[in-house]
């Protein structure tokens, strides 16, 4: 899971960044009302075609069974505000781009290419949040074996403790016997023990 999260994170900073350099390079043209150069026309053709494969990559995460639900819900907004809403003012854009004649001011323009890469970025905000408590999760397990793994050392080492303090206790009583016997029994008996 830790993979899936850090692709996906690779995959809204691609869609992101790229689309953010178009963003840029549109509102300037939109704001002095030029046509695009082909040149530029190209250049934004390749960037649109990264944040396209980046954005498939990460729409493909759906099909996943353990996606978590609300990375499933950035990625629905995502699909709303980036490639529907924000793809109506991205396409009168590149349709006006020959003739310079925009159907908006470059404010407008910043403003929902701002909400469609942001509806981006809010999958990453998700996945962090999911990776986050994933990762605590896993600290707190970490922790509770470490715990009863601790206890049972210690368990184990109190045992072991106390049947060296019975052996013990049982080799002094049984010499404390021998002697007591070696005392107590006339001589006479002690070499027909001895045999």
Same mark, same amino acid.
């Given at each position: 899971?830790?993979?899936?999260?850090?692709?996906?994170?690779?995959?809204?900073?691609?869609?992101?960044?790229?689309?953010?350099?178009?963003?840029?390079?549109?509102?300037?043209?939109?704001?002095?009302?030029?046509?695009?150069?082909?040149?530029?026309?190209?250049?934004?053709?390749?960037?649109?075609?990264?944040?396209?494969?980046?954005?498939?990559?990460?729409? +493909?995460?759906? !099909?996943? &069974? #353990?996606?978590?639900? /609300?990375?499933?819900?950035?990625? =629905?907004?995502?699909?709303?505000?980036? %490639?529907?809403?924000?793809?109506?003012?991205?396409?009168?854009?590149?349709?006006?781009?020959?003739?310079?004649?925009?159907?908006?001011?470059?404010?407008?323009?910043?403003?929902?290419?701002?909400?469609?890469?942001?509806?981006?970025?809010?999958?990453?905000?998700?996945?962090?949040?999911?990776?986050?408590?994933?990762?605590?999760? +896993?600290?707190? !397990?970490? &922790? #509770?074996?470490?715990? /009863?793994?601790?206890?049972?050392? =210690?368990?184990?080492?109190?045992?072991? %403790?106390?049947?060296?303090?019975?052996?013990?206790?049982?080799?002094?009583?049984?010499?404390?016997?021998?002697?007591?016997?070696?005392?107590?029994?006339?001589?006479?008996?002690?070499?027909?023990?001895?045999?």
């Amino acid at each position: 899971m830790a993979q899936i999260n850090l692709a996906l994170k690779r995959w809204v900073w691609l869609a992101s960044e790229y689309a953010g350099r178009e963003r840029s390079t549109l509102a300037w043209y939109v704001a002095t009302r030029r046509p695009l150069p082909a040149e530029k026309g190209k250049e934004l053709i390749a960037l649109r075609g990264v944040v396209e494969r980046s954005v498939h990559d990460i729409r +493909a995460l759906k !099909e996943l &069974r #353990h996606s978590d639900p /609300r990375i499933l819900a950035a990625i =629905a907004g995502m699909e709303q505000g980036f %490639l529907n809403d924000y793809e109506i003012s991205r396409s009168e854009a590149y349709a006006a781009a020959s003739s310079g004649d925009y159907p908006f001011d470059a404010a407008e323009w910043m403003h929902q290419a701002t909400l469609g890469i942001d509806s981006l970025l809010a999958v990453a905000t998700a996945v962090s949040r999911v990776a986050d408590e994933q990762a605590e999760a +896993a600290m707190r !397990e970490s &922790r #509770h074996k470490l715990f /009863r793994h601790a206890l049972i050392g =210690a368990l184990a080492l109190g045992m072991a %403790l106390l049947g060296v303090i019975r052996v013990r206790r049982t080799a002094n009583d049984l010499f404390r016997q021998k002697e007591l016997a070696e005392v107590t029994v006339p001589p006479y008996l002690r070499k027909a023990i001895h045999r």
